[in-house]
T-cell receptor, first 115, second 112 residues
Framework: AQKVTQAQTEISVVEKEDVTLDCVYE???????LFWYKQPPSGELVFLIR??????QNEISGRYSWNFQKSTSSFNFTITASQVVDSAVYFC????????????FGQGTELSVKP | NAGVTQTPKFRILKIGQSMTLQCAQD?????MYWYRQDPGMGLKLIYY???????DKGEVPNGYNVSRSTTEDFPLRLELAAPSQTSVYFC???????????FGSGTRLTVV
């Protein structure tokens, strides 16, 4: 069975702190994609990153970075020098080829960045 | 491009009423999806479609129906609304089975 676990339900930090959001996934497929989405208070879902199962290179985009480790089935997301605008719910998701390529979402981590 | 358009944005239904949530995309995507998001929860798949005329059930299909007569449109029908269907509904589309989704802005539905 496929599953995504985000063990941290809520995280609260003070502005400028670094914060890491954890994501652990389960799948028997050898080909899959991993995603992170941001859901700000306005409610829309904003795509952040996609990673395929054959590319374990870490990625950095500004203050955001992602660490993909197949050995531990993890795809963690770090925000450096957090800002109040980073306050949102963050979802990790897994996509596999069968079942219409559906996205399997974790339960989300609500990040609150206080000034 | 409009992307994925969902209507309405908000709706209040009485128990037992029916309604259709509209979803349209203008990107010529074959894959389309309906998800629901309950408070504090992730998104759960209701129905999906891999092309016009083809639909299939997701994790939580009970109480819903879909159709896909064109590539562009993927309406979600609620029959006999129940309070358990109070949720935010997201429609999404995708070019193929591995690209990311484009999400609509969501429909907030309350059943009273």
């Amino acid at each position: 069975a496929q599953k995504v676990t985000q063990a941290q339900t809520e995280i609260s930090v003070v502005e400028k702190e670094d914060v890491t959001l954890d994501c652990v996934y389960e799948t028997r497929d050898t080909t899959y994609y991993l995603f992170w989405y941001k859901q700000p208070p306005s409610g829309e879902l904003v795509f952040l990153i996609r990673r395929n199962s054959f590319d374990e290179q870490n990625e950095i985009s500004g203050r955001y970075s992602w660490n993909f480790q197949k050995s531990t089935s993890s795809f963690n997301f770090t925000i450096t020098a957090s800002q109040v605008v980073d306050s949102a719910v963050y979802f990790c998701a897994l996509r596999i080829r069968n079942q219409g390529g559906k996205l399997i979402f974790g339960q989300g981590t609500e990040l609150s960045v206080k000034p | 491009n409009a992307g994925v358009t969902q209507t309405p944005k908000f709706r209040i239904l009485k128990i037992g009423q029916s309604m259709t949530l509209q979803c349209a995309q203008d990107m010529n995507h074959n894959y389309m999806y309906w998800y629901r998001q309950d408070p504090g929860m992730g998104l759960k798949l209701i129905y999906y479609s891999v092309g016009a005329g083809i639909t299939d059930k997701g994790e939580v299909p009970n109480g819903y129906n879909v159709s896909r007569s064109t590539t562009e449109d993927f309406p979600l029908r609620l029959e006999l609304a129940a309070p358990s269907q109070t949720s935010v509904y997201f429609c999404a589309s995708s070019y193929d089975s591995f690209y990311g989704y484009t999400f609509g802005s969501g429909t907030r539905l309350t059943v009273v």
